[in-house]
């Protein structure tokens, strides 16, 4: 295996225990700095992860962009994942007002827009095409590997600090632990990319990176179709904050919420090497396809579920 792919494979790992450490207890840490004001809570986290994502699809544009003029695949990710490792120092001010963990939230997200395109192009790159499905099904299954133990981590920490009377964690300082122990694994990413090895692919007959658009007119017809499609699910989409807040609001303990999100981060990295590998066999629209509408069909049933058959969010996480 190439040492790129081991190298990105481990960060992506390292970063993931450090951002699901924290991810499935972030909608409980702001409603208890909203404390009375609960009403606040689905607004305010729609701002935190809406503000937060978009900012990182854009970033991506322009950094993949940068990374073709500059020739460098290597340094943009380094830089990218840096941005992330110091945005959860923003998480202690947060008693001050929920806002800093926007501000947490969009350096994060920051940092994840500033190193996926080259990560990514560092990747393909690094391996032939007819094995580019495996390479990233084995990068997606690294990053959710590292999901899933981060998330074991949070559960554990959870049962530690849980006031059963509430069924979340007892104060502030208990969040504050798992933000300082989140670092460690952030900065040790950081070090694993130092290993990777530059590319500096040249651009054929000596030409200039494109220059980045967001019109898609420029774009061929296929690339465009897609575009659509992706655009159109996106706008249906979620955070998966409202998931996890959704399975408490149906009376699901915070300490079972945080092992059913556990369960849906294993699925997935169990998955993604045999899926990716499976797409570079059969092709990749009609496994793209399959991944929408069953993501689409699981979401409905999410709104649908009752109290009575909270149940189900075992199965429906998993799916």
């Known amino acids: 295996m190439h040492r790129n792919l081991l190298a990105t494979g481990w960060a992506s790992f390292l970063t993931d225990v450090s951002t699901e450490m924290i991810y499935p207890l972030l909608q409980a840490f702001v409603a208890m700095i909203l404390s009375g004001r609960r009403a ?19 970033l991506k544009v322009f950094s993949g962009f940068y990374s073709d003029r500059v020739r460098s695949r ?8 840096s941005v992330s490792a110091c945005a959860k120092a923003l998480l202690f001010l947060a008693s001050r007002g929920w806002y800093f963990v926007l501000l947490s939230r969009l350096f ?34 690294m990053d959710f590997a590292g999901a899933t133990a981060g998330v074991a981590i949070c559960y554990l920490v959870s049962l530690r600090y849980l006031n059963p009377a509430t069924g979340t964690l007892r104060d502030l300082g208990s969040f504050y632990l798992l ?9 040790a990413a950081v070090c694993c990319l130092f290993f990777a090895q530059e590319t500096r692919q040249a651009l054929p007959g000596g030409q200039d990176a494109p220059r980045p658009s967001l019109d898609y007119r420029k774009y061929n017809r296929r690339l465009q179709v897609f575009f659509l499609a992706h655009l159109v699910f996106t706008l249906g989409n979620s955070s998966n904050q409202f998931l996890l807040l959704r399975s408490m609001d149906l009376g699901v303990a915070l300490p079972s919420v945080i092992l059913m999100y556990m369960a849906h981060n294993l699925s997935t990295a169990l998955l993604s090497r045999y899926l990716g590998g499976l797409s570079d066999r059969v092709g990749r629209i009609g496994i793209l396809i399959s991944g929408y509408l069953l993501y689409g069909i699981v979401y409905g049933t999410f709104g649908l579920v009752t109290k009575s058959g909270s149940a189900w969010l075992w199965a429906f996480w998993v799916l």
Do not use: M
């Open 74 to 81: 290597k340094a943009p990710t380094i830089a990218g994942y």
């Open 179 to 187: 933000f300082v122990l989140s670092v460690i694994p952030a900065f």
């Open 40 to 58: 606040l809570l689905g607004p305010v986290l729609g701002i935190i992860e809406g503000v937060s994502e978009s900012t990182a699809s854009l």
């Open 108 to 141: 994060d997200r920051v940092g994840k827009g500033i190193r996926t395109a080259p990560r990514d192009a560092l990747i393909s790159e690094s391996v032939p095409p007819t094995q580019q499905g495996a390479a990233f099904g084995f990068q997606r299954a």
